[in-house]
Each structure stands twice: as C-alpha cells, then as structure tokens.
Nanobody, 126 residues
Framework: QLQLVESGGGLVQPGGSLTLSCVAS????????IGWFRQAPGKEREGISCISSGSNTNYADSVKGRFTISRDNSKNTVYLQMNNLRSEDTAVYYC????????????????????WGKGTLVTVSL
C-alpha cells in the first residue's frame, strides 16, 4: 500500500527557514514524480513545486528563488527546503506521488493525483 508521510512543519518567524520531508513507502520510489502542494485557510490547494523521477524540477512563481526541492531515492524521500519564509506561506503542506508520464514530468497541479500524504502545518508568524 502506497503511503506518503510529510514532516518538518512548525512555527517560524518571517525570514526564517524550514525543511519539509515527504517519506514514501509501498512503491518503487525512483519511478514516481513527487509534487508539493499547499492549502491556506479559505483558499484552494495550489501546487508549489515538483520533481520528476528524472529529477527535473518545477516551481510556482510565488516560491521561485526561495524554495528548493530535491530527492534522495536511497531514502525514499523528497525534501522541500524553504527559505525567506513569508506570512503568506502559512498553510498545510502536502506531498503527492504519481507516475503517469515520463521521467521529465512532474505534477504541477492536483488533477488526477490519487496518492497524498496527510499534510504538515507551516505557520509563519512573529
């Protein structure tokens, strides 16, 4: 059974940093693309970054230059390094896994994604 578990969220001051982890089990991890999504209170879920099985990466404009996604296939883990955090980054962060397309593809939106973690809360506040 495929499982995704996010961790690393917490309370951080504006300008601070956090690193989120998404640990996967029950799948051949190196064949899956992983996406990071977030949902702020009262807002729709949005895709913020993703990494393909071939380690191609993509970032939403709102996080480009501040967030870095990476993967360690030996640990079945994808990381999201978040720097220079802002209050508007406050949200529940989710990872999702998919392998519908080739090694250069990764999920930029949540259309058709079936495998999700339960999320980790990031709060950016003084």
């Amino acid at each position: 059974q495929l499982q995704l578990v996010e961790s690393g969220g917490g309370l951080v001051q504006p300008g601070g940093s956090l690193t989120l982890s998404c640990v996967a089990s029950g799948l051949r991890f190196d064949s899956y693309a992983i996406g990071w999504f977030r949902q702020a209170p009262g807002k729709e879920r949005e895709g913020i970054s993703c990494i393909s099985s071939g380690s191609n990466t993509n970032y939403a404009d709102s996080v480009k230059g501040r967030f870095t996604i990476s993967r360690d296939n030996s640990k079945n883990t994808v990381y999201l390094q978040m720097n220079n955090l802002r209050s508007e980054d406050t949200a529940v962060y989710y990872c999702a896994a998919d392998r519908r397309y080739g090694r250069a593809w990764c999920p930029r939106d949540d259309n058709g994604l079936d495998h999700w973690g339960k999320g980790t809360l990031v709060t950016v506040s003084l």
